[in-house]
């Protein structure tokens, strides 16, 4: 083989390789950082990761916000109507936080299925609900329930404003 048509040789076989290997560590980042979203159904059922960071959303279930009464532990379930999943979170949850709303968690989960979660992101106007929630909600059926449930909250706002 000619020297020069060898030296063309490696140095395209050199650049191939740089990019395989840069792919390579751009998709091992991203796969590192992805946070998929599961419902309480998927969870309950075993299809959500252990020891995994994920996202899990829903409605909270009305009477079921613990907290402690010593530190900024809050225990609480979240349901999509067909399945329900605790959440433990350690911090200040949102102002918006409250039973009957929608949210979404991330966090991973424990060996009892429990989401420890790092992060607790509630609605930020009165009509946002984020896209998995609301889905799921309309899976389970439970989205004419909470639209009820919120169509009776509007109402009481208005007979306090009159």
Sequence with gaps: MNPVRKKRLYIVLA???GVGIAVALALSALQQNINLFYTPTQIATGEAPQDTRIRAGGLVEEGSVKRSGNSLDTDFVVTDGAQRVTIRYS????DL????????AMGKLDSQNVLIADE???????????????????????KQ???????????AKQGYAQ
């Design 120 to 142: 607790v992101l509630a609605k930020h106007d009165e009509n946002y609900m984020p896209p998995e929630v609301m889905q799921a909600l309309e899976k389970s059926g439970m």
């Design 145 to 155: 329930q909470h639209d009820a449930a919120k169509a009776a909250q509007d109402s």
């Design 97 to 104: 936080f409250r039973e009957g709303q929608g949210i979404v």
């Design 15 to 17: 650049i191939l390789a």
């Design 91 to 94: 911090g200040i949850l949102p």
